[in-house]
């Protein structure tokens, strides 16, 4: 009989059938199998997260070296909005870590497979993101770096309508790299014309 077959969820452990030898009657490899996959996905997300992270952490230890762009370059006329030096350091790899956050989402629900055009503007994103602060703060190209701040740009729309389609907590995640990477462009803006 093919009721004999079905399997009953339960909404919580008292209604459940009592266990035999630690194993539920429900079936112990099916926990063992959703263990097993737990631990890839926290093992993809760790990779995820801290590849992009550790990069742009490097880009940015690249980006403070010793030239004639890191030495504050608008020191005598920094207006008040203007982020200390630091803060420009440090937020480029937060912004990675959201965008690697939300590019696992995407890739845990099959998204890229399904818009193959939306790992291509991560991808982007990230290499114009990890060019920045090396060319911008380490060879002083503030003009080649206002163009990268465009591409970012770009490159993080195209991610946030892709990304939002197939899982929106992920376009979420991107609003606020958008934000920064607007006031990043304002931010190289006056450093194109100090």
Known sequence: MASQDLKQRFKDDAKAPAAVDGKSKMGGKISNRRMAMAKRGLRSLTIAVTLPLSLSLLSAYLGSGKSRASVDPVADTKPFWFPPMWALHLTCPASCFLMGLAAWMVWADGGFHRHPNALLFYLAQLLLTLLWDPLVFGAGATRIGLILCFGMFAAMVGCYRLFGQVNPIS????????????????VNLKLVFV
């Open 171 to 186: 376009g979420d995640l991107i609003k606020p790299c958008l934000a920064w990477t607007a006031f990043l462009s304002l």
